[in-house]
């Protein structure tokens, strides 16, 4: 996590530090291998302006208790906002790459940019615990009901070795933000680049492009963050960029500023 316990590819931790705390907490055992983590935001804005929240969003798919109901977050592949107001509270549970796929009758491609509600995949019963989560403060107990309940489902979920494959896949990309070519990935990887396009597709819900470009996004934007002087052009080689100028192209498209002006502020 940031020093604000906001977490990487949360934009501007700083602006939001001094109303806004994730909370994290780990998954039982048996959850670990589908279930990264469980995130728990709470803001207080009372007596100040709303705030929307930007966040660069990693390849993992999220089932998200809120207020309004419990809801799938598919990968987004653009940036994620998040209007915050008054003050309250979401409890979020942080799938692994790959890992959702056992959970839906299809590829999870089909949640990709789209929120759906979690009833209609998870069954009625994310609803009643959703509500039951919310109405907690301590982050033990809410995680408790969380397992509780998925641990309720891995009865009938399938055995489906890829998931780990998948994963294992991600996580090799996003160590490795400085590969840049989809065909230099799957050389090292010792895979075809269509079959590891055709996984991503089905379990991932975003391209192995995207994924590479957004674990680069991600470095750029903690150093950015990080609030020194920064060499765009030594950053950019040591991604993998051709130039500093392909930096800034992918950085402005995704979060809407060119980065030395996104530092600067």
Same mark, same amino acid.
Do not use: C
């Given at each position: 996590?940031?020093?604000?316990?906001?977490?990487?590819?949360?934009?501007?931790?700083?602006?939001?530090?001094?109303?806004?705390?994730?909370?994290?907490?780990?998954?039982?055992?048996?959850?670990?291998?589908?279930?990264?983590?469980?995130?728990?935001?709470?803001?207080?804005?009372?007596?100040?302006?709303?705030?929307?929240?930007?966040?660069?969003?990693?390849?993992?798919?999220?089932?998200?208790?809120?207020?309004?109901?419990?809801?799938?977050?598919?990968?987004?592949?653009?940036?994620?906002?998040?209007?915050?107001?008054?003050? &309250?509270?979401?409890?979020?549970?942080?799938?692994?790459?790959?890992?959702?796929?056992?959970?839906?009758? &299809?590829?999870?491609?089909?949640?990709?940019?789209?929120?759906?509600?979690?009833?209609?995949?998870?069954?009625?019963?994310?609803?009643?615990?959703?509500?039951?989560?919310?109405?907690?403060?301590?982050?033990?107990?809410?995680?408790?009901?969380?397992?509780?309940?998925?641990?309720?489902?891995?009865?009938?979920?399938?055995?489906?070795?890829?998931?780990?494959?998948?994963?294992?896949?991600?996580?090799?990309?996003?160590?490795?933000?400085?590969?840049?070519?989809?065909?230099?990935?799957?050389?090292?990887?010792?895979?075809?680049?269509?079959?590891?396009?055709?996984?991503?597709?089905?379990?991932?819900?975003?391209?192995?492009?995207?994924?590479?470009?957004?674990?680069?996004?991600?470095?750029?934007?903690?150093?950015?963050?990080?609030?020194?002087?920064?060499?765009?052009?030594?950053?950019?080689?040591?991604?993998?960029?051709?130039?500093?100028?392909?930096?800034?192209?992918?950085?402005?498209?995704?979060?809407?500023?060119?980065?030395?002006?996104?530092?600067?502020?």
């Amino acid at each position: 996590m940031s020093r604000h316990g906001l977490g990487r590819g949360v934009l501007r931790p700083d602006a939001a530090a001094g109303f806004l705390e994730v909370r994290r907490h780990p998954p039982a055992p048996e959850l670990a291998a589908l279930v990264d983590f469980y995130w728990n935001p709470r803001w207080d804005l009372r007596g100040r302006d709303p705030y929307e929240q930007k966040v660069l969003t990693h390849p993992n798919v999220h089932l998200v208790f809120e207020p309004q109901g419990p809801l799938v977050h598919g990968v987004s592949r653009e940036v994620f906002v998040r209007r915050l107001a008054g003050a &309250g509270q979401v409890f979020g549970v942080k799938f692994r790459p790959g890992a959702f796929r056992p959970f839906m009758s &299809g590829p999870v491609a089909g949640l990709t940019d789209r929120a759906v509600p979690a009833a209609g995949i998870l069954g009625p019963g994310a609803e009643p615990v959703g509500r039951q989560i919310l109405a907690l403060d301590d982050l033990a107990q809410m995680a408790a009901l969380a397992d509780r309940f998925l641990l309720g489902l891995l009865p009938a979920l399938p055995r489906d070795p890829q998931v780990a494959e998948v994963a294992a896949l991600v996580e090799a990309i996003t160590a490795r933000p400085q590969l840049f070519r989809v065909d230099e990935l799957a050389r090292e990887l010792g895979i075809p680049v269509r079959r590891l396009q055709r996984l991503f597709a089905e379990y991932v819900g975003a391209s192995p492009k995207w994924v590479l470009r957004r674990a680069r996004l991600h470095e750029a934007a903690a150093r950015a963050d990080a609030g020194t002087g920064i060499d765009w052009a030594a950053l950019a080689a040591d991604l993998g960029y051709a130039d500093q100028a392909h930096l800034t192209r992918d950085f402005t498209a995704a979060v809407g500023a060119p980065p030395g002006r996104y530092a600067a502020r």
